[in-house]
Nanobody, 123 residues
Framework: QVQLVESGGGLVQAGGSLRLSCAAS????????MGWFRQAPGKEREFVAA????????YYADSAKGRLTISRDNAKNTVYLQMNSLKPEDTATYYC????????????????WGQGTQVTVSS
């Protein structure tokens, strides 16, 4: 069992930055693939980014490339999503997710989820 807690969301102006954090429990955290997903009202949950246990493999949605960066610090049991050049279209609830094994970009493949943190980008 893995528990995830997101933080760092808030209100930011377009063009600004936020860094989301996901604190994970469990001794096997370093062996888990970690992902970020987001969900806006009336829309399906969509993939944002994922990272392998080693941090050596990262994957991004097209909408995130060049603006969002996923990273992890296994010593701190924490995964980050650095969000730069934010746009109003980035407004959503952001969820941290975890799964053992290989990277997937679909939400149904992930076993553990955080409670979500709200990101609102104003024009």
């Amino acid at each position: 069992q893995v528990q995830l807690v997101e933080s760092g969301g808030g209100l930011v102006q377009a063009g600004g930055s936020l860094r989301l954090s996901c604190a994970a429990s469990g001794r096997t955290f370093s062996n888990y693939v970690m992902g970020w997903f987001r969900q806006a009202p009336g829309k399906e949950r969509e993939f944002v980014a994922a990272i392998t246990w080693s941090g050596g493999g990262t994957y991004y949605a097209d909408s995130a490339k060049g603006r969002l960066t996923i990273s992890r610090d296994n010593a701190k049991n924490t995964v980050y999503l650095q969000m730069n050049s934010l746009k109003p279209e980035d407004t959503a609830t952001y969820y941290c997710a975890a799964k053992p094994g290989v990277v997937h970009t679909t939400a149904v493949k992930y076993d553990y989820w955080g409670q979500g943190t709200q990101v609102t980008v104003s024009s």
